[in-house]
DNA sequence: ATAATAATAATAACTATTACTGGAATGGAG
DNA sequence: CTCCATTCCAGTAATAGTTATTATTATTAT
């Protein structure tokens, strides 16, 4: 169960997933790979993308209005939602992971980790802002 | 419109968020305050719940699986989710405010806060683990 | 008390996601 | 290489959670 069957649609997911920076949705991602595989289905690109999260291949990001967003960069980082153009972009920070003990301090129970993304403008928003 | 008409319906739905020390789902809230008024429907559940937010007078709760959990504690505080009993409780710890800077440091748009929950297991769940 | 207005119940609609189906491609055993 | 099981795919149906619509009822102002 472990053996994945190659194939190239997934194969261009992930491929997609590791070259963009954005942090695209499931249709996002959908409307891209159908212009290589013109009759790719939209559960199929569901069903890899899940594949491919279980393998550790990609991250599945849970955004505040309940859609979900991928990102095939698997190293712990952090991420700010644009509140303007709700756009995703990766934040380069130290790490925070010391709110862990922070949240422990008067905790009888065990914190294994947190999930944590910062929101605001993003630089090209905050621009446009200013003006 | 900042003129909400009076109604009992809402005002059990937020006496009931202001009692209660969980974070309910809107079902879990439809299936309580259906004890006091049996033929609520769902719908104005929903609808009286997005309008306390609205109003500040509720929290909403974007929780892992995709559902909506609220919260009538409107003061700032951080949330923990149990993996095992999937219970969302309160964390009484210090401010974790100054990640905000942290993320800041080297990003040129506008930070202007984070959405943090902390995971892990709960003290019961814990303790269950232990045995 | 009556009219105007806003809230309700019920239900339909919508969005994001997952599950199911029949059929085609793939990979290993012989 | 051929057979067979397995895994894949496209298409579609189904589900969960939530929001919008509509006809009816309740509340407030006159």
């Known amino acids: 169960m472990a053996t994945l069957k190659y194939s190239r649609q997934r194969e261009a997911i992930k491929e997609y997933l590791s070259h ?3 942090h695209p949705s499931a249709d996002t991602i959908y409307m ?5 595989y013109p009759n790719i289905s939209l559960g199929t690109v569901y069903r890899n993308l899940n ?17 979900d967003r991928f990102d095939g960069n698997t190293d712990p980082h952090y991420h700010f939602l644009c509140k303007d153009c709700n756009n995703v972009l990766d934040l380069e ?3 925070i992971d010391h709110i862990n003990v922070i949240a ?3 905790f009888d129970g065990k914190i294994e980790g947190n999930v944590t993304f910062f929101y605001g ?3 090209e928003c905050n621009r446009q ?3």
Chains 1, 2 share one sequence.
Request: charged share 25%.
């Open 20 to 22: 963009t920076h954005d």
């Open 51 to 67: 594949l491919l999260v279980e393998q550790g291949e990609i991250i599945k990001i849970n955004c505040q209005d309940g859609s």
């Open 104 to 106: 422990g301090a008067d």
């Open 93 to 95: 920070m130290k790490s």
């Open 121 to 123: 403008l993003c630089p």
């Open 32 to 36: 891209h790979i159908r212009q290589q």
């Open 129 to 131: 802002h200013e003006v």
